[in-house]
């Protein structure tokens, strides 16, 4: 005698619930599954076990505004990289970072609604400007470990990075005309760092394991950092150093500091201040005379083709 089929489906049913419960009905995306990242509307996206995917070139569409809340994970394929026109904010916290792999934002350039990083770890992601691009908006990464090219164009709006580790990274400011960008760095760690251009820049409590160099800088303030491979100044015959302000550094392990700019006819010297600076050598001692000091120093008292030149007050006996 053959079973109803109704009957036989109802007998697998409950023999699945005895046996580990209910089966997923079907087109659900069950833990652990790869879904693709939204990247229209406004709304927030939970971690829910899944990985979110950036599936070669994408865009975040105009007017949109994506959060990524804490644990969430986002990887790229396929050469992924994300152009985000809307708003990007990731919001890591106590319960797990955000993690981003293998995305290139670099098509990124004018977001409507801010890019903002928060406790995120980002691996292989790149964040790089060619000649014929420059951002403008608000961009923040705090918190955060960053590992991958990051060498951003600026033309209005501001840089802000607090708190983040990076390799060698590099900001150059192109605004034509306006109000010049902010950038800003505080309690970071380095490769090495580059900054050129007009902008409105701070430095402080950061640690450069490199090199800092500022080339056609306008407004700089440099502020209780740790420096391994020396600080470099350079300016252009029509650039200035008036608005250069050095203070409270630790020069490791007999790291120098280098002021450049071509002397000409009209071009007046002038001077720059190193205050409460720690002039450390190899053996963790300070250099405190005028000679030992000086020697650490290239400027115009060097070489009298540089219009420039370096003076200090109350070097510091003790690491800062």
């Given at each position: 005698?053959?079973?109803?089929?109704?009957?036989?489906?109802?007998?697998?049913?409950?023999?699945?619930?005895?046996?580990?419960?209910?089966?997923?009905?079907?087109?659900?995306?069950?833990?652990?599954?790869?879904?693709?990242?939204?990247?229209?509307?406004?709304?927030?996206?939970?971690?829910?076990?899944?990985?979110?995917?950036?599936?070669?070139?994408?865009?975040?569409?105009?007017?949109?505004?994506?959060?990524?809340?804490?644990?969430?994970?986002?990887?790229?394929?396929?050469?992924?990289?994300?152009?985000?026109k809307g708003g990007?904010?990731?919001?890591?916290?106590?319960?797990?970072?955000?993690?981003?792999?293998?995305?290139?934002?670099?098509?990124?350039?004018?977001?409507?609604?801010?890019?903002?990083?928060?406790?995120?770890?980002?691996?292989?992601?790149?964040?790089?400007?060619?000649?014929?691009?420059?951002?403008?908006?608000?961009?923040?990464?705090?918190?955060?470990?960053?590992?991958?090219?990051?060498?951003?164009?600026?033309?209005?709006?501001?840089?802000?990075?607090?708190?983040?580790?990076?390799?060698?990274?590099?900001?150059?400011?192109?605004?034509?005309?306006?109000?010049?960008?902010?950038?800003?760095?505080?309690?970071?760690?380095?490769?090495?760092?580059?900054?050129?251009?007009?902008?409105?820049?701070?430095?402080?409590?950061?640690?450069?394991?490199?090199?800092?160099?500022?080339?056609?800088?306008?407004?700089?303030?440099?502020?209780?950092?740790?420096v391994s491979g020396?600080?470099?100044?350079?300016?252009?015959?029509?650039?200035?150093?008036?608005?250069?302000?050095?203070?409270?550094?630790?020069?490791?392990?007999?790291?120098?500091?280098?002021?450049?700019?071509?002397?000409?006819?009209?071009?007046?010297?002038?001077?720059?201040?190193?205050?409460?600076?720690?002039?450390?050598?190899?053996?963790?001692?300070?250099?405190?005379?005028?000679?030992?000091?000086?020697?650490?120093?290239?400027?115009?008292?060097?070489?009298?083709?540089?219009?420039?030149?370096?003076?200090?007050?109350?070097?510091?006996?003790?690491r800062r």
């Amino acid at each position: 005698m053959s079973r109803h089929p109704r009957s036989v489906g109802l007998r697998r049913l409950l023999l699945a619930m005895l046996l580990g419960g209910a089966a997923a009905p079907a087109g659900d995306v069950g833990a652990d599954a790869e879904v693709p990242l939204p990247l229209t509307g406004r709304l927030s996206v939970k971690a829910d076990g899944k990985r979110y995917v950036v599936d070669g070139k994408q865009v975040l569409a105009a007017g949109a505004l994506i959060k990524l809340e804490e644990g969430v994970r986002v990887v790229g394929k396929n050469g992924a990289s994300l152009e985000v026109k809307g708003g990007l904010r990731a919001l890591g916290g106590d319960d797990g970072k955000v993690s981003i792999d293998g995305i290139d934002f670099s098509p990124t350039v004018a977001p409507e609604n801010g890019f903002h990083l928060n406790g995120v770890t980002l691996s292989g992601c790149t964040f790089v400007h060619g000649e014929g691009a420059a951002f403008e908006g608000e961009l923040t990464v705090e918190n955060s470990t960053w590992s991958g090219a990051f060498d951003v164009r600026i033309a209005r709006g501001f840089a802000r990075i607090m708190s983040t580790t990076l390799p060698a990274a590099s900001v150059t400011c192109v605004a034509d005309k306006g109000r010049a960008p902010e950038v800003a760095l505080r309690g970071c760690q380095l490769s090495s760092f580059t900054l050129k251009g007009a902008s409105a820049a701070t430095l402080r409590s950061t640690s450069v394991s490199g090199t800092f160099t500022a080339v056609d800088f306008t407004d700089l303030l440099v502020d209780g950092c740790d420096v391994s491979g020396g600080l470099v100044f350079r300016q252009g015959p029509e650039g200035s150093f008036s608005k250069l302000v050095l203070t409270k550094c630790n020069l490791e392990g007999g790291a120098t500091v280098t002021f450049a700019r071509p002397a000409g006819p009209k071009t007046p010297m002038e001077k720059v201040r190193l205050d409460k600076f720690w002039f450390g050598r190899a053996d963790a001692k300070p250099d405190l005379t005028d000679q030992a000091i000086g020697e650490r120093i290239q400027d115009g008292a060097d070489d009298p083709a540089v219009s420039v030149k370096a003076y200090w007050s109350s070097p510091q006996e003790r690491r800062r």
